[in-house]
């Protein structure tokens, strides 16, 4: 008996990340994610959310790896899904969370994402150490860079001065 193409695909899809334990799949998912393979990871995590409430555990840890797996395929995507998610789990994230998606993001050159989730994490901590370390680590690389239109924006968000 031949299987058709496209139940072979989902077949492959869905054994790729192993078993259905929402657990497992997040430990299979940051493991791929730490290996390079973001498609792997993303998948991986995707089948763990599946299998979560917002309310579980792992909820917010199999989120966190599904956006910076995004971060690596599908950078405006993983901004707006992140900054959604953050409106809607406001109490569940810390200045650490934003502060991985901002590295996610300047390490691989996307200045512009990264100011965005560092104002929103600059708005929800506006009293926090970390994120103004965050903010200074975004400055300085949208200076390194010479990205103006990076500047601009840090400009007209009031994170940098024409004396500056």
Same mark, same amino acid.
């Given at each position: 008996?031949?299987?058709?193409?496209? =139940?072979?695909?989902?077949?492959? =899809? &869905?054994?790729?990340?192993?078993?259905?334990?929402?657990?497992?799949?997040?430990? $299979?998912?940051?493991?791929?994610?730490?290996?390079?393979?973001?498609?792997?990871?993303?998948?991986? &995590?995707?089948? /763990?959310?599946?299998?979560? /409430?917002?309310?579980?555990? $792992?909820? =917010?840890?199999?989120?966190?790896?599904?956006? $910076? /797996?995004?971060?690596?395929?599908?950078?405006?995507? %993983?901004?707006? !899904? &992140?900054?959604? *998610?953050?409106?809607?789990?406001?109490?569940?994230?810390?200045?650490?969370? *934003?502060?991985?998606? +901002?590295?996610? &993001?300047?390490?691989?050159?996307?200045? %512009?994402?990264?100011?965005? +989730?560092?104002?929103?994490? +600059?708005?929800? *901590?506006?009293?926090? !150490?970390?994120?103004?370390?965050?903010?200074?680590? +975004?400055?300085?690389? %949208?200076?390194?860079?010479?990205?103006? /239109?990076?500047? $601009?924006?840090?400009?007209?968000?009031?994170?940098?001065? !024409?004396?500056?």
């Amino acid at each position: 008996m031949r299987l058709p193409p496209v =139940l072979l695909s989902l077949c492959i =899809l &869905f054994s790729a990340c192993g078993p259905g334990d929402p657990r497992a799949l997040t430990d $299979q998912g940051a493991s791929a994610l730490a290996s390079g393979d973001s498609t792997k990871a993303r998948e991986c &995590f995707e089948q /763990a959310l599946a299998g979560l /409430a917002p309310g579980d555990a $792992q909820y =917010l840890r199999a989120s966190m790896g599904r956006f $910076q /797996a995004l971060v690596r395929g599908e950078p405006e995507s %993983a901004r707006k !899904e &992140f900054l959604a *998610f953050a409106e809607v789990q406001a109490a569940s994230l810390n200045e650490g969370h *934003f502060g991985s998606m +901002v590295g996610e &993001f300047l390490r691989r050159d996307r200045t %512009a994402e990264a100011i965005d +989730v560092m104002d929103a994490g +600059v708005k929800a *901590f506006p009293k926090s !150490e970390a994120m103004l370390a965050i903010r200074k680590k +975004v400055e300085e690389q %949208a200076r390194s860079a010479k990205d103006p /239109a990076a500047l $601009q924006k840090l400009k007209g968000l009031g994170y940098i001065g !024409e004396d500056k």
